[in-house]
């Protein structure tokens, strides 16, 4: 498989700087080479004609001085054509400044926008004038120009978080590590505990990272096959049982008799429903119930785990599947439905989540299924 992100290699995805809308060079739009040598064509043609009009503007000049000091015929009709082909000349020249000018001064813009780009001013915007073309081009380089700063601000509040995230952990470690050495602490197991678990976590944090990097860079593996839904559900729901009877919570299933086969990585669709299924334990009541159902839809196959738990804020419910964004009794990192999300694109599905406090959440994977025949 080949790496980057998948508007890199012309794979029909539009990179996140890329405005709404517009075509553009990859995959499904229209021909952007062709474009620019339509262009260059119109350019080519206009100037062409400009530099024909002149010729015969430098005719008519030399005739008349020619005709001037008798050196050549001064017949009416001559002159009328010296005349004529000097004024043609005249016209052009004036048509040819006023294109320029028309041309000069967006283009100087989009040139002095796309150097203050490339110095790191991601604020830039250029004007928004000329002909439609550059006109186009503008709009095109504003849209990219905020995204890019979008992205950029993104970028920022992400590494601030993942600072955050490491305090907390690297904080536990120091402090029993400090302690244990300086002979407060006895090295035995209780007081070891506090580092492994911390270890742990950082350690499941980092793998976070690198699995939402793959998915952003393109650069997922996923090694596809046929995943049985009744028997995939069931080994998953069996793997939180003692968790889950510890809570005094109850899993159930109900998957359709007819449900097609997933055509998914295993692995990475484990990881997907098991991390669905114990953030639904971490917000599920006492005597609640955990349901994981299981349904086909022409060549997709429908997961929903659904639960009445607490529920998803209703300001928190749009942005839940966003990096680092989590309520305020989560104790994760919250990146574990944004790995939801970015394994389940790289499968050519979506997630869906609704939530109500008075009945709980349910989040809905549509996946691929095997296709038959």
Partial sequence: ?????????????????????????????????????????????????????????????????????????SAPFDTAVAVTALVLGGAAVAVAILVLRRLAAPVGALIEGAHRIESGDLSARVPVRGPSDLRSLARAMN?????????????RSVLADIAHELRTPLSIIRGQAEAIADGIYPADAEHMAPIVSATESL???VNDLGTLTLAESGALRLHREPVDVAVFVNETLSAFG????????????????????????????????????????????????IRVEGIGSGRWVLLTVRDDGTGIPADLLPR????????????????GLAIVRDVVEAHGGSVTATSTAADGTAITLKLPAVALG
Avoid: Y
């Avoid at 100037?47 to 000091?69: D, H, N, P, Y």
């Avoid at 839940?320 to 990146?335: A, I, M």
């Fill in 242 to 289: 003692a968790e889950a009877r510890a809570a005094g919570v109850q899993l159930t299933e109900r998957v359709d008799a007819g449900v097609p086969a997933i055509d998914g990585d295993p692995g990475r669709l484990r990881g997907v429903l098991g991390n669905l299924v114990s953030n639904a334990l971490a917000h599920a009541r006492a005597g609640g119930t």
């Fill in 320 to 335: 839940v599947f966003d990096r680092f964004v989590k309520g305020p009794s989560s104790t994760g990192s919250g990146l």
């Fill in 143 to 155: 849209a990219m120009s905020g995204r890019l700063e979008a992205e950029e601000t993104r970028r």
């Fill in 1 to 73: 498989m080949s790496n980057g992100p998948p508007w890199r290699r012309g794979e029909g995805r539009r990179p996140p700087w890329w405005p709404e809308g517009e075509s553009g060079p990859w995959a499904g739009g229209q021909n952007w080479g062709r474009h620019g040598r339509r262009i260059a064509r119109r350019i080519g043609c206009f100037v062409g004609l400009a530099f024909l009009v002149f010729l015969s503007a430098i005719f008519g000049v030399v005739w008349l001085l020619l005709s001037a000091f008798g050196a050549v015929s």
């Fill in 203 to 205: 350690e499941m944090l």
